[in-house]
């Protein structure tokens, strides 16, 4: 401690952390990304970080914060290779196969956590972490973006027909990728997730699907022979499993 002029006690500063910063951080975000946010304890972290309290609230403030930064370590490294499949010099259809396949070998990593940090991160926090999940819901819908401006790209390059639906495809890509994601955590092989971008390569409904148009959606027209009447639909019952709750309200 330290007496000012005033005659007051100062505390003097701490003393220069002994410890790689860098390191550290990445030593958090492989916890996060296997425990999650609320699985993850304090005690954890300082020991998996190999740092103690003290160190602990003088470099990161606290356990949200460094959240934060530990999602944003996760982002700036996995940014690269989406990023990279998406912007390559190619057609839209090989450009999505070629980020199937990257992804298969990114969420099997032997040095790291299996899956993916942002794809279910979140889902599931106390009122209290809102801001949390919305950070995070805000990662997947930015990725969904960028998938969607890649389908725009191949249309303006003229691989893509006009009239795709865009938000609808660019939507199927990314729950594909969260369910990759989701079987690498529980334990599938990157053989197995290479061999689900396989089965998107092969299949042609997949590709005619792909490059789907809205005019796909409408029923063929009727022939004028035929006299009947048209079928009456049935009403569907809306369930959690079949597009009820926020998704029947629009929202």
């Known amino acids: 401690m330290a007496i000012e002029k005033s005659g007051a006690l100062k505390c003097a500063r701490g003393r220069p952390r002994n410890f790689d910063r860098s390191i550290a951080l990445h030593q958090a975000m492989k916890l996060f990304w296997e425990r999650g946010y609320v699985g993850t304890s304090f005690d954890d972290l300082i020991a998996a970080m190999g740092i103690n309290p003290s160190s602990f609230y003088n470099s990161f403030g606290n356990k949200e914060r460094l959240y934060q930064e530990a999602t944003e370590a996760y982002m700036a490294r996995s940014s690269e290779w989406f990023a990279a499949e998406l912007g390559a010099s190619t057609d839209a259809r090989t450009a999505f196969h070629r980020l199937l396949n990257a992804a298969a070998r990114e969420l099997t990593q032997d040095d790291l956590p299996t899956g993916c940090m942002i794809s279910l991160a979140g889902t599931h926090v106390p009122p209290a972490l809102t801001s949390l999940r919305d950070m995070m819901a805000g990662y997947r819908r930015a990725g969904q973006a960028a998938m969607a401006d890649r389908i725009r790209r191949g249309i303006d390059e003229g691989d893509v027909p006009e009239d795709t639906n865009v938000d609808a495809i660019s939507a199927f890509y990314s729950a594909l990728l969260r369910g990759m994601a989701v079987q690498a955590r529980d334990g599938a ?38 006299r009947s009447p048209p079928a009456r639909e049935e009403p569907q019952r809306l369930g959690p499993c079949n597009g009820g709750g926020a998704f029947a309200s629009g929202h």
Do not use: V
Request: proline share 11%.
């Open 189 to 226: 092989s990157r053989e197995r997730l290479l061999e689900i971008a396989r089965r998107h390569r092969l299949r042609p409904d997949l590709h005619t699907g792909f490059l789907h148009s809205r005019a796909a959606d409408r029923p063929p027209p009727r022939s004028s022979h035929d």
